[in-house]
């Protein structure tokens, strides 16, 4: 993988971050409430996942804060768990407490920090 596709994915992960935190701006209940958010959310959730299996070895080794397995497994909930019931309680706490930290390290990624 190049650095330059490494980018592509990082730019994603970020753009998927900043679009989840505005669809869920208004809080958990509204989350729980709308099935319109729920489901913007649990995509992006699942497109940016997939971007983070994608970027290469040695980039992700530059941020071992990052569970990056546990990012394929969730994106593999997601992705093949959705008729038997995904936990909207787990998918809201990664929301608020997970996303941020990946944020911050894509965006350092991407500064080459």
């Known amino acids: 993988m190049t650095d330059r596709d490494d980018r592509i994915y990082?730019?994603?992960?970020l753009e998927c971050t900043a679009l989840i935190q505005d669809y869920t701006r208004n809080g958990k209940a509204?989350?729980?409430?709308?099935?319109?958010?729920?489901?913007?959310v649990l995509r992006r959730l699942q497109t940016m996942?997939?971007?983070t299996q994608r970027l290469s070895e040695e980039l992700k080794a530059k941020a071992p804060?990052?569970?990056?397995?546990?990012?394929a497994g969730f994106r593999n909930v997601l992705v093949h768990?959705?008729?038997?019931?995904?936990?909207?309680?787990?998918?809201?706490?990664a929301v608020e407490f997970?996303?941020?930290?990946?944020?911050?390290?894509?965006r350092d990624l991407m500064e080459g920090k």
């Open 10 to 13: 990082l730019e994603h992960i």
């Open 98 to 106: 997970y996303l941020p930290g990946l944020e911050t390290a894509a």
């Open 81 to 93: 768990d959705y008729l038997g019931g995904i936990d909207l309680e787990r998918v809201w706490d």
């Open 49 to 51: 996942a997939e971007s």
């Open 65 to 71: 804060e990052v569970d990056w397995r546990a990012l």
């Open 30 to 40: 509204e989350f729980m409430a709308s099935s319109i958010v729920r489901d913007a």
